[in-house]
């Protein structure tokens, strides 16, 4: 099942893929257009990986690293389907990063890497925007790279983890103003989804509603203002945004 959260008619439903269609949890049947897109979970604890793919981390000019480089993210950087990014006027590289999300579905500690599927609720995407600007050191990123604002669209949909029988083997798609810009695999993960819920559930409690955002491959692109950045995961979802300046914000440069 693929499902999303939208605002339509002034209310927050849960929205179904149904068929190619979309039906509200009140039986009305909508188009893409016509709704505000939400994040499609709520995120308790959200956790991101850094440098997850070698490739990526090459392109970064850092070294790949030899355990887990976790970081977490504020609810408030979560923006759904088709929304808006602010691009600061005074940056000079901000990149996109098509990632796998991993949703847990079960309370989870000290979970061995081959049961860790059990765990899982299900999948989405998200486009987990950085500023090259702001990097300072291999210990990144810092909050102000990866905590801003509406900076990391997420969605549309969560798809049922029974719906997605390799994770492992997925076709990971950007594309800027229409053109293919970032191509990859979920297979070309450092550390793999089984490897990073046993090494996070070893450390803490996971919670049915945390993320795990898992990485990008390499790819990554400069865009600028007017910019539409599709990302895309094969069998997961096709996830919309634009890049939009400090004067859609009423804030001078």
């Not at 901000?94 to 796998?100: A, D, I, K, R, V």
Request: proline fraction near 6%.
């Amino acid at each position: 099942m693929r499902k999303a959260r939208v605002a339509f008619g002034g209310a927050i439903h849960e929205a179904f893929d149904v068929e190619g269609g979309i039906q509200l949890d009140d039986g009305r049947w909508v188009e893409e257009h016509e709704v505000v897109w939400l994040p499609p979970v709520e995120p308790r604890t959200a956790f991101a990986l850094g440098l997850n793919y070698a490739d990526h981390a090459k392109e970064l000019s850092f070294q790949a690293p030899k355990e887990p480089l976790v970081f977490l993210k504020g609810p408030h950087t979560f923006v759904g389907h088709r929304a808006q990014t602010r691009r600061p006027a005074d940056v000079t590289y901000m990149h996109y990063e098509c990632e796998l999300v991993v949703v847990i579905g079960r309370t989870a500690r000290k979970v061995r890497a081959e049961d860790a599927y059990d765990y899982i609720a299900g999948y989405t995407v998200a486009n987990d925007y950085a500023i090259r600007d702001y990097l300072e050191n291999y210990y990144r990123p810092n909050l102000r790279v990866k905590n801003r604002d509406a900076g990391t669209p997420i969605g549309p949909w969560l798809v049922d983890a029974e719906d997605v029988p390799d994770p492992m083997n997925l076709n990971l798609r950007t594309y800027v103003n229409g053109k293919l810009t970032q191509a990859g695999t979920t297979g070309e993960m450092i550390f793999g989804i089984p490897r990073l819920i046993q090494y996070l559930s070893g450390l803490m409690t996971l919670s049915p509603g945390d993320i795990l955002l898992t990485g990008t491959p390499k790819g990554s692109v400069n865009t600028a203002v007017g910019d539409e950045v599709v990302t895309e995961i094969e069998g997961i979802g096709r996830l919309v945004n634009t890049i939009v300046g400090d004067e859609a914000f009423s804030i001078r440069a």
